[in-house]
């Protein structure tokens, strides 16, 4: 199971950033103290106490600090209500990012001037590019390293992590790494539950990882967890309550009910998927879906959404559609972004290969680095440079799909 991106942006996203790494000195200027209770309530807050920061903030009557413990308790009805009472954008913000609300999340972070928030929010648009220059803005190694995650950049995603000690984003990318045991390290360093739930769903524990999203209140997880055990109609419902549109996409896709999987990944802000969704179609047997595959994939990267994997699914579609020459174009456009080249060089391989061009096949495979695609992907790379020498004797004709 490949780490998904929507869930990354969900765990890593659950508080600004200054306000995890710099505690208690940015809760400060985050809240304004201005008496001992609330400086108290910060404290219990750091350290999870949930139920004493709360009496603490009560007795102050900071109603952002009493926002903060209701988001952290899942309680997000409560939350928006305190955050309203004052007026806290930022709050507002993290409590739309929760509900995966990422439109209206960036327009309170964009009004609180706050560009950590705004890049976690372009992050679940999808605006790579975007979030990447917020979180530059902001210093945020966190956020930065949460982009390359995203991109399976795994060494620099790993080295901005490690820069401000973030245990929850190294335990992320040792999960993609598949180093099980360093992950539970860092995850159980920073009790950060979400992170062992994670860890206990890719290792196939799933009645343990039920329990760790029952007791986090997370639907999302639970969904996941459902759809791994085969429940679909359950994973629906747990995805629905969540209002976690990227998750209702996987069921509809696991259930073959493309369109409506289309339409959530819509909502989700996943161009990559809704893709993906158009080319199932056309695997059932629907030719137009190709096509309409190609054209949104175009559409999407040019504005700016995930555009090297958008540029990666138009390539084998336009592949499918008997146009190599002009796959390879696409190949070479997708390599102009940064962070792709990896992604890029594996795809252009299987085309080469397929189209018996054995030696620029042997090129594209050989470029591909571990850990800028997912270690399923590195292995395909190196095994298909094993194997190539196999084929070039067999004088196959080329052919028409992968």
Not at 239 to 245: H, L
Request: charged share 25%; with cysteine.
């Amino acid at each position: 199971m490949t780490l998904s991106k929507s869930l990354i942006i969900k765990l890593l996203g659950r508080f600004p950033r200054p306000l995890l790494l710099c505690v208690p000195l940015a809760v400060s200027a985050y809240a304004g103290l201005t008496n001992g209770q609330k400086t108290v309530g910060w404290i219990e807050f750091t350290k999870k106490n949930y139920t004493a920061a709360g009496a603490y903030f009560t007795q102050a009557g900071d109603q952002r600090g009493l926002g903060m413990v209701a988001l952290a308790q899942k309680d997000l009805e409560g939350a928006q209500r305190a955050f309203t009472i004052v007026g806290d954008e930022r709050g507002l913000g993290l409590v739309a990012n929760h509900r995966h609300q990422y439109v209206e999340a960036l327009a309170h972070f964009t009004r609180a001037g706050d560009d950590s928030g705004r890049g976690l929010a372009l992050l679940g648009l999808r605006r790579l590019e975007d979030a990447t220059a917020a979180f530059a803005k902001a210093n945020d190694w966190s956020g930065l390293g949460l982009v390359l995650l995203s991109r399976k950049d795994i060494p620099n995603a790993r080295a901005a992590f490690a820069k401000v000690e973030d245990h929850r984003g190294l335990g992320l990318c040792a999960l993609e790494d598949e180093d099980f045991e360093t992950a539970a390290r860092e995850f159980t360093q920073v009790e950060d539950q979400e992170g062992l739930c994670l860890l206990a769903l890719k290792e196939g524990r799933l009645d343990e990882a039920m329990s760790l999203a029952l007791a986090q209140k997370d639907g999302s997880l639970q969904g996941m967890i459902l759809l791994a055990k085969g429940e679909r109609e359950a994973a629906e419902v747990a995805f629905t309550a969540a209002n976690d549109a990227n998750g209702l996409g996987d069921v509809y896709s696991a259930g073959r009910r493309y369109a409506e999987a289309r339409a959530a990944f819509e909502v989700a802000h996943n161009p990559v998927k809704v893709i993906q969704s158009y080319r199932n179609d056309f695997t059932l047997g629907d030719a137009a879906k190709n096509e309409q595959a190609i054209a949104y994939g175009l559409k999407a990267a040019a504005d700016g959404r995930m555009p090297v994997e958008c540029l990666c699914e138009v390539a084998d579609a336009q592949y499918h559609a008997g146009r190599p020459e002009e796959a390879l174009t696409t190949l070479t456009q997708a390599a102009a972004y940064p962070g792709g080249s990896s992604e890029v060089a594996l795809r252009r391989g299987r085309i080469l290969f397929y189209q018996r061009q054995f030696e620029a096949a042997r090129e594209a495979f050989a470029s591909v680095k571990p850990g800028e695609v997912s270690a399923i992907a590195y292995r395909a790379a190196t095994e298909s440079l094993e194997t190539l020498d196999r084929y070039r004797d067999l004088n196959l004709a080329s052919s028409p799909s992968f």
